[in-house]
């Protein structure tokens, strides 16, 4: 079927259409990642957006169902340059076409991506329109592009946090889905949802944690009262600064139990400490981004270290501007902020993603980090059966 990409500023692509017969819209990102898109087609973080695939061709090897970052496909739509005709894998459940009409997302392949991709490097991400709807109009997509606000001020983490509280006990497995071993849990933790990826929750459970997951409006209070080890500010979408009332929450947590963010929870956190945060050109979205320690957490993280990380994240925070804590981490590349350090009250964060998933495990390092800190707390007296100072 026939398929239209137009942009914001007029510029159309047309192709061929998979997935899905239906029309989106969002803004157009492109990601560098070579392998894992069942796991990027299940990130929470991109919520609202049309996913372009650098990689030329795409789908050679299904989905596995058990790779899901969450429970439903989440970006508006899918951008390649080629779909595979065949699929080749022992562990696929459905082909990719099959995967996203299923979910009722449209694709489009056959387009020249290293020129869209160059447009949007050049220019920055800009909002669009998808239709594999037949007999789409190419005038009124282009007008319905022009109109689309943009990401920054649009608040969709309410769109993609749990309802409820809700407890996680899945481990890490192998590629035929067995449980790895892991220990029995020893710590608790509270993990905010601003759209959770399950492998972050992974994490925890495979270094002895016992994961609590729970809404993004969940207030200081509430967290305390299931006496956690420590707090979880997880990934999502959006832009950060739209979310105050967790900000303020965050804000009453720090001292009183260790924080580790993570790219969404990053951004949140970085507030917390008095920093902005602001819209970047393209963001980071690939498998491959260079981040340099310049503060570090020996022996596992030492100051000097370069990590290969994975990311998806289109803003960033303002480290001059922080009241409390430091930068601790930059990427190689452009020298936006990869991390703080606020050990004075017992949190740190980073904008990347080191639950990969997809990408490499160099960062998983700073999951171990946590618990150090979690256990740290503890054995200073300052557990959840210690008394709780004023914030």
Known sequence: MKAWLVLADGTAFSGTGFGAQ???????????????YPEL?????????????????????????????????????????????????WRSDVDL???????????????DTRALVRRLRDGGTVMGVMSTEANADVRALRERAA???????????????????????VGVSDDAGHPTPRP????????????????????????????????????????????PD???????PGDP??????????????????????CMGHQILGQALGASTYKTPFGHRGANQPVLLEVGDPPKAPAGRVLITSQNHGFAVRPAELTVGRASETNVSDGTNEGLDARERWAFSVQYHPEAAPGPHDAAVHFDRFV??????RAHGQGHDAPRRAS
Request: with cysteine; glycine share 8%; proline share 6%.
């Open 22 to 36: 239906a029309s989106a819209d969002g803004e157009v990102v492109f990601n560098t990642s070579m392998t894992g």
């Open 41 to 89: 087609l299940t990130d929470p973080s991109y919520r609202r957006q049309i996913l372009t695939l650098t990689y030329p061709e795409i789908g050679n090897y299904g989905v596995c169902r058990r790779d899901a970052e969450s429970e439903r496909v989440q970006p508006a739509a899918l951008v390649v340059r080629a779909l595979s005709p065949v699929v080749s894998n």
């Open 97 to 111: 076409s099959t995967y996203l009409r299923d979910a009722g997302v449209p694709g489009i392949a056959g387009i």
């Open 147 to 169: 109109a689309l606000p943009g990401m920054a001020g649009c608040e969709l983490i309410s769109q993609v946090t749990c309802k409820a509280p809700w407890e996680w006990t």
């Open 184 to 227: 029995a849990p020893t710590r608790h933790v509270v993990a905010y949802d601003f759209g959770i990826k399950h492998n972050m929750a992974r994490m925890l459970v495979q270094r002895g944690c016992r994961v609590t997951i729970v809404p993004a409006d969940t207030g200081a209070d509430a967290v305390l009262a299931l006496r």
């Open 230 to 236: 420590g707090v979880l500010l997880s990934n999502g």
């Open 241 to 262: 600064s739209t979310v105050p009332h967790v900000v303020a929450a965050v804000n009453s947590l720090l001292g009183r139990v260790p924080i580790f963010g993570i």
């Open 372 to 377: 150090t800190m979690m256990d740290a707390f």
